[in-house]
């Protein structure tokens, strides 16, 4: 059964260096997104990305946050500068079409130091 | 803002009791309802969605879904200590495919 796939599975960074997180969505998906959890909190939606543009991002997703989708496979979460409080798990999913049930990644565990 | 609320538990239950978990979200526009299950350090799975008004079965899952009172419920039948986990509740409105999750609800399953 395909599957969403992230890339690293743990990244440790120093506060302030630019990190770029790594998904490869299930191949015929047409709707990407980025979501978030801090250890014990609630997961939350970071951006939506169809068509080569953002569809929708929430308020976490400020300047220091961008994505792309550089190829025909992967779809990519970069913070440019990080700060402590980006420390988190970070999840990509993605759907076929709307109101489907959105599959998530195995997430990254990001660590700002 | 909307909201997705969950009592966090943990909700403990015996092995081969039915365990019944509740959410409740403020967006009365809301049109589709997914209860998935996380494990510690792991990413949500999903158990079960519910679009319409009922019951919805699958295996030893059901799904109630209520839009007049804004209630999702899922209920575990036969729990099995293996079910011990989060059991996430997570909602999208009519004019996003965002979901919103609740906090969640530890569940326990004990032997």
């Known amino acids: 059964e395909p599957e969403v796939t992230q890339t690293p599975s743990h990244q440790v960074t120093q506060m302030g260096q630019e990190v770029i997180l790594r998904c490869v969505p299930i191949?015929?998906?047409?709707?990407f997104y980025w979501y978030r959890q801090i250890l014990g909190q609630k997961v939350e939606f970071l951006v939506s990305?169809?068509?080569?543009?953002?569809?929708?991002k929430s308020e976490i997703f400020d300047d220091q946050f961008s994505v792309e989708r550089p190829d025909g496979s992967n779809f990519t979460l970069k913070i440019r500068s990080t700060k402590l409080e980006d420390s988190a798990m970070y999840f990509c999913?993605?759907?076929?079409?709307?109101?489907?049930?959105?599959?998530f990644g195995p997430g990254t565990r990001l660590l700002v130091l | 803002q909307k909201e997705v609320e969950q009592n966090s538990g943990p909700l403990s239950v015996p092995e081969g009791a039915i365990a019944s978990l509740n959410c409740t979200y403020s967006?009365?526009?809301?049109?589709?309802f997914f209860w998935y299950r996380q494990y510690s350090g792991k990413s949500p799975e999903l158990i079960m969605f519910?679009?319409?008004?009922g019951d919805k079965e699958d295996g030893r899952f059901t799904a109630q879904l209520n839009k007049a009172s804004q209630y999702v419920s899922l209920l575990i039948r036969d729990s099995q200590p293996s079910d011990s986990a989060t059991y996430l509740c997570?909602?999208?409105?009519?004019?996003?495919?965002?979901?919103?999750f609740g906090t969640g609800t530890r569940l326990q399953v004990f032997p």
């Open positions: 999913a993605s759907i076929y079409g709307l109101q489907e049930t959105q599959y």
């Open positions: 191949s015929n998906h047409l709707y």
């Open positions: 990305f169809y068509n080569n543009e953002i569809s929708e």
């Open positions: 967006d009365r526009g809301s049109q589709s």
């Open positions: 519910i679009y319409s008004n």
């Open positions: 997570a909602v999208n409105g009519e004019d996003t495919d965002k979901l919103i």
